[in-house]
């Protein structure tokens, strides 16, 4: 079974510069979440998706975040425009069912912003 | 809010030797938690989880936890740590309402001696 697919896998910005990032989870799994991991920090949830609604985006910063699973399978993280505090591992995770499934996490994308 | 201690950054113990790192969670009804374990070029994976039932739970890799309400702690155990076991380890809470969204620790480095 083919785990979780993130692309691209590193990813260098200048500030102010737009960077999407692509998700695809383990087919059959409806929900899908996207944490931001700063370095020696735990990750932080962005955004939780259940097919193609949002469950939870209360630490989304939505003023430059956004998110989209527009056919409840892949989904998109963008950052538009990029801040030097935005560098961090970005992870995206799939469960089968909602609250308390097991998640399964995707190898992450690296982002630096200079 | 729900929120996660981890008190020890960075443990080491030699192989062979039994280890236990320290969770601390702050939420105010039963929580759901658990453990996870990142290693370098691996993503993140589910050690072992609570929901309810018995307090002692048996994880992958031979790990377990015990959940103490008291003390509000989750602690994770191994009587004999083998080299391979040298990863970053994070404790997470979730919300009964949704165990999805977890809030994580920000992690203890465990470093394994010969």
């Known amino acids: 079974e083919a785990g979780v697919a993130q692309s691209p896998r590193y990813k260098i910005i200048e500030k102010r510069q737009s960077v999407a990032f692509w998700c695809n989870p383990i087919?059959?799994?409806?929900?899908l979440y996207w944490y931001q991991q700063i370095l020696g920090q735990g990750p932080k949830l962005l955004i939780q998706?259940?097919?193609?609604?949002?469950?939870?985006d209360s630490q989304l910063p939505k003023d430059r975040f956004s998110a989209e699973r527009l056919k409840g399978v892949d989904s998109t993280l963008k950052i538009q425009p990029a801040k030097l505090e935005d560098s961090a591992v970005y992870l995206c995770?799939?469960?089968?069912?909602?609250?308390?499934?097991?998640?399964?996490f995707g190898p992450g994308t690296r982002l630096l912003v200079l | 809010a729900q929120s996660v201690t981890q008190p020890d950054i960075h443990i080491t113990v030699s192989e062979g030797a039994s280890l236990e790192l320290r969770c601390n969670y702050s939420?105010?009804?039963?929580?759901?938690l658990f453990w996870y374990v990142q290693s370098p070029g691996q993503g993140l994976q589910l050690l072992l989880k609570y929901f309810s039932g018995d307090t002692l739970v048996q994880g992958i890799k031979g790990f377990e936890a015990e959940f103490k309400r008291s003390q509000s702690s989750f602690n994770l155990r191994k009587p004999s740590v083998h080299w391979s076991d040298a990863a970053e380890y994070f404790c997470?809470?979730?919300?009964?309402?949704?165990?999805?969204?977890?809030?994580f620790g920000d992690g203890t480095t465990l470093t394994v001696k010969p």
């Open positions: 998706f259940q097919n193609n609604g949002v469950v939870d």
């Open positions: 995770a799939s469960s089968f069912g909602g609250s308390g499934e097991t998640q399964y």
């Open positions: 997470a809470v979730g919300a009964w309402t949704n165990a999805g969204k977890s809030t």
């Open positions: 939420y105010g009804a039963t929580p759901y």
């Open positions: 087919s059959g799994h409806a929900t």
